[in-house]
């Protein structure tokens, strides 16, 4: 398994920003795509945003329009910019890095929404 490191999380107010990054502390080959989920109490972890290795990113309704998910392939690391945040977007943060060879999931960062 390839660690990747997640940071940018933590404790913010309603309609706040918060940037998550998650990079591979090794290379990996044929990543296919690159994801943001995540994982509020008692809830499913539900897809949040992918971005594909052609550039293309979609996201989940409800953090459309306010979430935009980027990458960099030379750093192996995945972004979520999240601003407007609201008290349901608390949850913890996973990434997922899609390869050929495997998934490689982040360990998870805890995001807050509250005053």
């Known amino acids: 398994q390839v660690p990747l490191v997640e940071s940018g999380g933590g404790l913010v107010q309603p309609g706040g920003s918060l940037k998550l990054s998650c990079a591979a502390s090794?290379?990996?080959?044929?990543?296919?795509?690159m994801e943001w989920y995540r994982q509020a109490p008692g809830k499913e972890r539900e897809l949040v945003a992918v971005?594909?290795?052609?550039?293309?990113?979609n996201y989940a309704l409800s953090v459309k329009g306010r979430f935009t998910i980027s990458k960099d392939n030379a750093k192996i690391a995945v972004y979520l910019q999240m601003n407007s945040l609201k008290p349901e977007d608390t949850a913890v943060y996973y990434c997922n890095i899609k390869a050929y060879g495997g998934n490689y999931w982040g360990q998870g960062l805890q995001v807050t929404v509250s005053s």
């Open positions: 971005i594909t290795d052609g550039d293309t990113a």
């Open positions: 090794r290379i990996i080959y044929s990543i296919h795509a």
